[in-house]
T-cell receptor
Framework: AQKITQTQPGMFVQEKEAVTLDCTYDTSDQSYGLFWYKQPSSGEMIFLIYQGSYDEQNATEGRYSLNFQKARKSANLVISASQLGDSAMYICAMRESFGNEKLTFGTGTRLTIIP | DAGVIQSPRHEVTEMGQEVTLRCKPISGHNSLFWYRQTMMRGLELLIYFNNNVPIDDSGMPEDRFSAKMPNASFSTLKIQPSEPRDSAVYFC?????????????FGPGTRLLVL
């Protein structure tokens, strides 16, 4: 079974609109962390935002926020006021349990912002 | 601060040749990861080190792949002999182990093409 599922292979969004990128995960651990990375066409992996399983509030970093619904095991990334520079692949990842450093990655969502 | 440094950035070689990829992690980070990214399989963890010791090499494809970390500031991933199916982007990442929220910081990647 997939541990990280991103069901949207690609999305097209009008500039300045908000966009939600879906991510669901599967784990039996109580302590885990969820990460989002951005991969532009140049190829580098850029860390965007982190959410811990025990964090009571949704994480926010500038225009990025994470809609964390623990019971549903979802950690959707929300980008507000999208910009042309947001066009990229967005990859969700999970780190299970303290002491285990391995990240499991989703297959990504390719986001294209339309002017 | 310098990020993770990888060299070379691009490598084109012929089948059967030895390929050596190099990585310098962020100073002070005690964990280092080697990943491979392909269109078909996404990001896959090959091996990771903690305090220069290999912890998990279960993702290393086969005996043709080997990785070393002789000191805290340098690691190599070697493929010998290389095959066309090894063509991919190879990323090195580093992190500061200890906190589950500690993210992995990725290098720019090495694009490998085996002809």
């Amino acid at each position: 079974a997939q541990k990280i599922t991103q069901t949207q292979p690609g999305m097209f969004v009008q500039e300045k609109e908000a966009v939600t990128l879906d991510c669901t995960y599967d784990t039996s651990d109580q302590s885990y962390g969820l990460f989002w990375y951005k991969q532009p066409s140049s190829g580098e992996m850029i860390f965007l935002i982190y959410q811990g399983s025990y964090d009571e509030q949704n994480a926010t970093e500038g225009r990025y926020s994470l809609n964390f619904q623990k019971a549903r095991k979802s950690a959707n990334l929300v980008i507000s006021a999208s910009q042309l520079g947001d066009s990229a692949m967005y990859i969700c990842a999970m780190r299970e349990s303290f002491g285990n450093e391995k990240l499991t990655f989703g297959t990504g969502t390719r986001l294209t912002i339309i002017p | 601060d310098a990020g993770v440094i990888q060299s070379p950035r691009h490598e084109v070689t012929e089948m059967g040749q030895e390929v050596t990829l190099r990585c310098k992690p962020i100073s002070g980070h005690n964990s280092l990861f080697w990943y491979r990214q392909t269109m078909m399989r996404g990001l896959e963890l090959l091996i990771y080190f903690n305090n220069n010791v290999p912890i998990d090499d279960s993702g290393m494809p086969e005996d043709r792949f080997s990785a070393k970390m002789p000191n805290a500031s340098f690691s190599t991933l070697k493929i010998q002999p290389s095959e066309p199916r090894d063509s991919a982007v190879y990323f090195c990442a580093s992190s500061d182990q200890g906190r589950i929220q500690e993210t992995q910081y990725f290098g720019p990647g090495t694009r490998l093409l085996v002809l």
